[in-house]
């Protein structure tokens, strides 16, 4: 049985009250603090909510300094994970890493192609240097333009059974990753709040993901 947990809805709003209320309707979601504008004292209100909440602020419209405080006061207020980039520079990750240690925070490291879906060899090469810098869940996300390559994604869960992987493709022959890898193994699937409202290439709503869910018989909480 798929349970509430195993959607987590990607919240990209700018505003405190908007991200409030997506929050409203959802117990599981990624805060993009990239891409909202709140300050430090609602980003402590938001993360300490008891909701099950994952921190990510991508490069971007803040500076490095701005997106480890972000991360960190977001760690601080009760994420339950937080999201860094395989590629971010060592000291970044390991003070987010140690932050996240400390209050009890899963530490998602993550990898993401744009243009992509990249050699079996090459993704499990990815996936071992994720593992090695601690990640407590990896995150890969290649793009996909041919079944073939949507295929090749979800190939990484047989040979990590034993590894917390998330591993879809973006694009439109990427869009049945975004289901079938919660079958396969990984421990969520990200969605967006509504079929407006996508934060990446063929990222549907959790409204479509769970029912397809139901559609294939898998009853979602």
């Known amino acids: ?16 009250s908007g991200v409030l209320a997506v929050l409203e309707k959802v117990s599981f979601a990624e805060i993009r603090l990239d891409i909202s504008r709140i300050t430090g004292a609602e980003i402590r209100s938001v993360f300490s909510s008891g909701k099950r909440l994952v921190a990510t602020c991508r490069e971007g419209f803040y500076d490095r300094h701005e997106r480890m405080e972000r991360l960190v006061e977001a760690i601080r207020a009760g994420a339950a994970f937080v999201d860094v980039e395989t590629e971010s520079d060592e000291d970044f990750r390991n003070t987010v890493a140690e932050q996240a240690a400390i209050n009890g925070c899963k530490l998602i490291v993550s990898y993401h192609n744009f243009e992509e879906t990249p050699p079996l060899p090459e993704m499990c090469s990815i996936v071992e240097t994720c593992k090695r810098q601690g990640a407590d869940i990896v995150k890969l996300v290649t793009t996909a333009k041919s079944k073939s390559d949507a295929a090749r994604a979800l190939s990484l869960y047989d040979k990590y059974r034993d590894t917390n992987l998330v591993a879809f493709a973006m694009g439109e022959a990427g869009l049945i990753t975004r289901v079938a890898c919660v079958f396969l193994g990984a421990p969520y699937t990200y969605a967006a709040a509504s079929d407006d409202k996508p934060l990446a290439s063929g990222q549907i709503s959790v409204e479509k993901i769970k029912n397809v869910m139901d559609n294939l018989k898998l009853k979602v909480k």
């Not at 798929?2 to 405190?16: A, M, R, W």
Request: proline share 0%.
């Open 1 to 16: 049985m798929i349970d509430k947990n195993s959607v987590c809805v990607s919240i990209g709003e700018q505003s405190y």
